[in-house]
Structures are given as structure tokens and as C-alpha cells.
């Protein structure tokens, strides 16, 4: 496929498939469900469905363009042996990570809430990798994959916008990867910290990169 040309800001982009992937944060049923992580820490979990239908027709543009997809999720061991302290006692939510909730225990690997949404859910052959964190790149393998397939430039979308998203971001940009960010394909329990956090993204030339929304992106891909 020829290179993709993606209106954004600051400036447009040109894309080449062959190097680049379509990154999907932490859309787990924790997050964007009733019963979850997310509406235990006092949040209003619909605020975070308004990306799937968008997220989801990104989603199958990027397999119908062969681009690599890789999904994370946010969640801890069974003995909790990987989750700080710090991170577990902090706040005060009404069900705090590894208590037993409507969906299993809290941000749990193996636990129902901790996969992903059925609407978005992983094909056969496309990474999940389950991070300790909030960025994609602490403690996993994401990376070396990304290596291995001589991508260069990352599609970030997914949950939530300030915190997961941006911090992965940040994290592909100091290993040399460009980030365009999906803006309607990100979401926050917090529509403020969404705007800001896209603003700065994009801010000084593209300090972290690019912002997009996805009909741009399809467009391009499509050619």
C-alpha cells in the first residue's frame, strides 16, 4: 500500500502502513463498565463509551489495511505481587484493586473486568499485552514487538486520555516513535483533562506528536 496521507495537527502526516500500528489502551470492562474500577473511584462510566463505535470503525479499517493492532491492558498478578502498594492504598474508592466486585476481582488478570470489551475484542494473532502500569511500555515486551515488525509510527487510542494514553505517548516518544493520537478514539471520565490532553499533545510544533480524529485517519488509510 502507498504511503497515507492523515490530515492532523500541527501539520499533516504521511504514514506507511507497513511501519506502523494501531495501539489500543486499556479498553476493559473495568474501565468503561458498571461495576468496575472505574465507577468504584466515583466516575461516570458512560463518559468513556462515546469512543466505541467511533474506535471500533478505526478498528476495522486497520485490519482491512493488514496494519499491526495491539491492545493492552491495565492489571495485576492473582497474588498481587506487582502492584505497589502506594497504587493499591491510594484514594478512596468503594472497591479498591483485588477486592471481589460484580465482575471479579478488581483489575485482576484472568478476571472478567480486567478483558476487553466485546465490541473491541482482540483478534486471533494480535498482541495483548497486560501491563502492571499505566504506560505500554513499563514492565512489557511492547518494544522489542514493535522492533521486530520495524514499525515507526503508532496509531494511540483507547482509555483514558490523560492518564494511560498520554503516558504511553510519552514513553514512545522518547524511543524514537512517532504518535498520532486518535482524539475521538480517546476518552476520559473527564471531558476537561480529554481537551487539555489532546492540546497538549499537539502543542509547540507536535511536542509528543499528532492529533487526528478518525474519519481522518480511515480516510487516509483508505487511500
Known amino acids: 500500500m502507498a504511503s497515507a496521507n492523515i490530515v492532523a495537527q500541527p501539520a499533516p502526516v504521511a504514514v506507511d502502513p507497513a511501519r506502523c500500528a494501531l495501539v489500543i489502551i486499556d479498553m476493559q470492562r473495568d474501565f468503561l463498565e458498571p461495576g468496575g474500577f472505574g465507577e468504584a473511584l466515583g466516575n461516570d462510566v458512560s463518559q468513556l463509551r462515546k469512543i466505541v463505535a467511533p474506535l471500533r470503525a478505526l478498528l476495522g479499517a486497520a485490519r482491512d489495511a493488514r496494519l499491526t493492532v495491539i491492545h493492552?491492558?491495565?492489571g495485576h498478578r492473582p497474588d498481587m505481587t506487582d502492584a505497589p502498594?502506594?497504587?493499591v492504598e491510594r484514594g478512596a474508592p468503594s472497591l479498591r484493586i483485588g477486592d471481589r466486585g460484580p465482575m471479579g476481582r478488581i483489575l485482576i488478570?484472568?478476571?472478567v473486568?480486567?478483558?476487553i470489551i466485546p465490541?473491541?475484542?482482540p483478534l486471533a494473532g494480535e498482541p495483548v499485552l497486560d501491563k502492571p502500569g499505566k504506560g505500554g511500555f513499563y514492565q512489557t515486551d511492547l518494544d522489542l514487538m514493535l522492533r521486530n515488525r520495524g514499525i515507526e509510527t503508532l496509531l494511540v487510542c483507547g482509555v483514558t486520555?490523560?492518564?494511560c494514553v498520554h503516558t504511553t505517548v510519552r514513553e514512545a516518544n522518547d524511543r524514537g516513535y512517532r504518535c498520532i493520537?486518535?482524539?475521538d478514539c480517546c476518552g476520559s471520565y473527564f471531558p476537561e483533562f480529554h481537551e487539555v490532553g489532546l492540546r497538549m499533545i499537539a502543542a509547540q510544533g507536535g511536542i509528543?506528536?499528532?492529533v487526528a480524529d478518525s474519519g481522518a485517519v480511515i480516510g487516509g488509510l483508505k487511500g
Open 113 to 115: 473486568g480486567h478483558d
Open 119 to 121: 465490541e473491541l475484542y
Open 72 to 74: 493492552t491492558r491495565e
Open 161 to 163: 486520555t490523560e492518564v
Open 85 to 87: 502498594r502506594a497504587k
Open 109 to 111: 488478570r484472568g478476571e
Open 208 to 210: 509528543f506528536g499528532w
Open 181 to 183: 493520537v486518535v482524539g
